[in-house]
């Protein structure tokens, strides 16, 4: 019996999901330039999200990148943000950037939820234990779960490590996972938000 093969399959709609662990020479700046400086940074809950982890901006609205002139990391960010753009296959321009800490203690955890109107968002892990919470990301067609081929495939986790950057979809929906552990984690999260190229861009981040 002829095998026909004639067959293939398109992979429609794909999240890129960017994920790296900078090199120990990167690693080694990065860490010492946030440890010098997260001294002075003051952290609180949000109201609105009840007791769930602390922030070092509760409104968004602040970069702490810029605030404690993170330049390691600045170069770092910078660096993978235009890989990430150029495997998009898009132009990297100029751009606004919000960024803040997140402290995770025992018993916190992350809610589901989205960056808003942001284009890229992102996270690098400046202190944990490796088991103090995974980023879960939800599948974005939540129509998936109502299939018995493609309800497994509905959620994808990440355990956090000292070093790891993941650069996502600021609409990709996800959590953290409830930190059961003694030990506190610490993450530097941000927005990427492109300028369109008529817009006075003399003040970008």
Known sequence: MENNNNYFIESLFSTPLYTTILQ???????????????????????????????????????????????????????????????????????????????????????HSHIHGNADISGVYYYKTNEKDGDIVFDNPSPQAEMSKCFSKNCSWKHSPKIGKLLLFPSYLRHSVQRNITEEDRISLSFNITFFSDNYDNSNTR
Not at 31 to 39: A, G, V, Y
Not at 53 to 73: D, G, R, Y
């Open 24 to 110: 120990k020479s990167d690693i080694d700046l990065v860490q010492n330039e946030i440890s010098n400086k997260i001294k002075i940074v003051n952290f609180n809950k949000k109201q609105e999200w009840g007791d769930t982890h602390a922030l070092s901006s509760v409104n968004f609205k602040k970069c702490v990148i810029s605030e404690l002139n993170l330049m390691e990391f600045r170069k770092v960010l910078h660096k993978n943000l235009k890989n990430y753009c150029e495997i998009l296959n898009f132009t990297p321009r100029n751009y606004l950037s919000e960024s803040w800490f997140t402290l995770f203690k025992k018993n916190d955890y992350g």
